[in-house]
C-alpha cells in the first residue's frame, strides 16, 4: 500500500511567527525540523502498520521545508514549486491521505496566519456554495481521485471545517489566541497523539469507514480576491463571469480542472501584485 501526506507550515506547533515561514527567516531552520520530525513519525507510523511508500508532498511556500536527507528511505519527497496540483502533486493512486500542519480558512478568528492559499491575493474561495479552506480543497480533489483522507493534524480552528468529513482523525497541534500566538502540547505528547492517530485512521482504512470526500458536478467556484486588479486579469479568461469588483465564479467538469484554473488564477494576481508594486 501507498500513503500520501501532505505537510504544510503554518498549522505546525511552534509555530507563530512570520520568521518561520521564509527561506530568509530567522526561525525559518527551526520550523523545518519542527517539519521533518511530524512528518518522521508520521511515515514511520505508517510503515510499521504496513505502507510499503509514503509520499510527502513538500506543501509550503517554496515547497523545500523537509530536511531530505533525515527522511527514511521509503519516503519520496515531491518538492519545489510553482508545480501542478499545488499541495496534493502526487496524491493519485495512493491508499490514504495524511495533512499535517495544515490551518484555518482566510477571516477565521483565533487561528494563526489564517488564509486560503494566497494570502496576499484571496480573499475567499466556495465551491458548490461551501466555503473552503485549503484542507477542503485538497481533499475534494483527493476525494475526485478515490483517495481518502485519514487524519488531519493542525490548529484547533480547523474543527469548523471538518463537518464534511466527520470520518477524519483530527490532531490539534496548536490552540491559537490570535493570529501570531498559540499554545502547543510538548512535541512528546504530539507524537504520542499522531501515532495514536495514524493507527485509528488506518484502522479505519481497513474496516472500509473512510470515505473519499466526493462532490457533484459540474464544479462552481467562486473566488474572491483582495484586489479588484486581480479580478480584471481573471475575467481575461473567456469562461470567467466577474460578479462584481474583487469577485469571479466559473464552472468546470471536474475538481481537476477547477484546481487547475484557480491555480492559474493565483500565479496571474501574483504577476500583477508584482508588475504593480515595482
Not at 500500500?1 to 530568509?24: N, Q, T
Not at 520550523?31 to 513538500?58: C, M, Q, S
Not at 495544515?102 to 458548490?128: L, P, Q
Amino acid at each position: 500500500m501507498r500513503a500520501f501526506i501532505s505537510i504544510d507550515l503554518e498549522g505546525l506547533p511552534y509555530i507563530v511567527s512570520r520568521e518561520h515561514l521564509f527561506v530568509k527567516g530567522a526561525l525559518y531552520n527551526e520550523a523545518r525540523k519542527i517539519a521533518t520530525k511530524i512528518v518522521k513519525v508520521t511515515a514511520e507510523e505508517l510503515h510499521r502498520l504496513g505502507f510499503e511508500e509514503v509520499i510527502v508532498a513538500d506543501s509550503h511556500g517554496p515547497m523545500v521545508n523537509v530536511i531530505p536527507e533525515e527522511i527514511p528511505d521509503f519516503v519520496s519527497l515531491v518538492r519545489g514549486f510553482p508545480r501542478p496540483l499545488s499541495m496534493v502533486a502526487f496524491g493519485k493512486d495512493t491508499n490514504l491521505a495524511i495533512f499535517l500542519g495544515y490551518h484555518a480558512k482566510a477571516g477565521t478568528g483565533y487561528a494563526t496566519f489564517d488564509h486560503t492559499y494566497s494570502g496576499a491575493t484571496i480573499d475567499k474561495v466556495i465551491i458548490n456554495g461551501t466555503e473552503v479552506s485549503e484542507f477542503l480543497m485538497n481533499a475534494m480533489l483527493l476525494g475526485e481521485w478515490g483517495v481518502p483522507v485519514g487524519l488531519l493534524g493542525g490548529d484547533e480552528a480547523l474543527r469548523e471545517d471538518m463537518k464534511l468529513t466527520p470520518w477524519i482523525e483530527f490532531v490539534p497541534f496548536k490552540r491559537a489566541s490570535g493570529r501570531y500566538s498559540a499554545i502547543s502540547p510538548s512535541m512528546k505528547r504530539i507524537e504520542e497523539e499522531l501515532r495514536e492517530g495514524v493507527k485509528r485512521a488506518v484502522y479505519k482504512l481497513n474496516r472500509g469507514e473512510l470515505k473519499p470526500l466526493e462532490i457533484k458536478k459540474p464544479v462552481e467556484v467562486k473566488v474572491r480576491f483582495l484586489n479588484s486588479a486581480y479580478a480584471e486579469v481573471a475575467e481575461l479568461l473567456p469562461f470567467v463571469e466577474r460578479v462584481n469588483g474583487k469577485e469571479i465564479k466559473y464552472t468546470a467538469n471536474s475538481v481537476e480542472e477547477a484546481y487547475k484554473v484557480f491555480e492559474v488564477l493565483v500565479f496571474a494576481a501574483a504577476g500583477v501584485s508584482y508588475i504593480t508594486s515595482r
